[in-house]
């Protein structure tokens, strides 16, 4: 009987693995030439796109309200300590009401999907497009209209961030550990985040740094602070040593 089951296991085991994408370690990139220094640039920190829940023996996402609450709370902490020691003027966005809060929606869902071109197209140098095969070449952007947004005006760049956190559940785990027995790994957990700068004048996203393994339990403080850092490691501009003061970031 055991020998069935651990081929049938192995079977749903393997087509799970199949739908999954390979996940990159933590990378960063940036436009050629892109420099950024200290104090000379007004940077508006949009507000950031927060997911969080349990991942279904299936590997099916599945939102939990409280934990993501918890979330944005730790992160908006967090983020408040950190923006004020990035090297520039950073501070968060005042979004608007109506249709141009659709709009800014709009483009937060673009940042994701250009930040996930990058880490499929860019990072994995075996899925480089024909037009991305340099090394050196970082082209990717949002458009100039993003310039646009209500509150923009004044602006240099725009740091959009996401983070997404599925937990493990019970039967995940379970289906894990016999997996093992099969010899077949599935992963229990899904934990990534993007940070990205966005020049205003003309669209270009001049820095990303994505992890798709990505540490820190948002659902703590702790966690939260360390989460932020892994997200902003390498920002331009960034001075070695950082002030731990400021004001609370608005987060979705």
């Known amino acids: 009987m055991l020998k069935p089951f651990r081929t049938l296991l ?17 990378k960063t990139g940036a436009k050629p030439g892109f420099v950024l220094k200290p104090g000379t640039a007004r940077i508006v920190l949009m507000r950031p ?8 023996t299936g590997g099916m996402f599945e939102p939990n309200a409280d934990w993501t609450d918890q979330a944005k709370e730790n992160l908006a902490a967090a983020l408040a300590t950190a923006q004020t020691g990035l090297g520039n003027s950073v501070v968060a966005y005042a979004e608007p009401v109506g249709a141009d809060s659709a709009r800014v929606a709009e483009y937060q869902e673009l940042f994701d999907a250009v ?24 082209e990717w952007g949002l458009g100039r209209e993003v310039g646009a947004l209500p509150g923009l005006a004044n602006a240099d760049y725009a740091l959009f961030i996401t983070t997404e956190d599925h937990f493990g559940s019970t039967g995940r785990k379970v289906l ?38 990505m540490g820190g339990d948002v659902r703590d403080a702790v966690g939260a602070e360390k989460r932020v850092r892994q997200l ?21």
């Not at 930040?115 to 970082?138: C, H, M, W």
Request: charged content about 15%.
């Open 10 to 26: 192995a079977a749903l085991c393997l087509s799970l693995l199949a739908a999954a994408p390979a996940f990159a370690q933590e």
């Open 49 to 56: 796109s927060i997911r969080v829940g349990a991942q279904s």
């Open 115 to 138: 930040a996930s071109s990058v880490i499929e197209y860019q990072f994995f140098a075996g899925n480089r497009l024909p037009t991305k095969k340099r090394k050196d070449q970082f």
């Open 176 to 213: 894990q550990l016999f997996a093992a027995m099969a010899n077949v790994g599935v992963t229990a957990g899904v934990h990534k985040g993007f940070a990205g700068l966005v020049d205003l004048r003309t669209g270009d996203l001049v820095w990303l740094n994505a992890d798709m393994q």
């Open 232 to 252: 902003l490691e390498g920002f331009p501009g960034k001075p070695v040593e950082a002030p731990v003061s400021g004001a609370p970031a608005a987060v979705r």
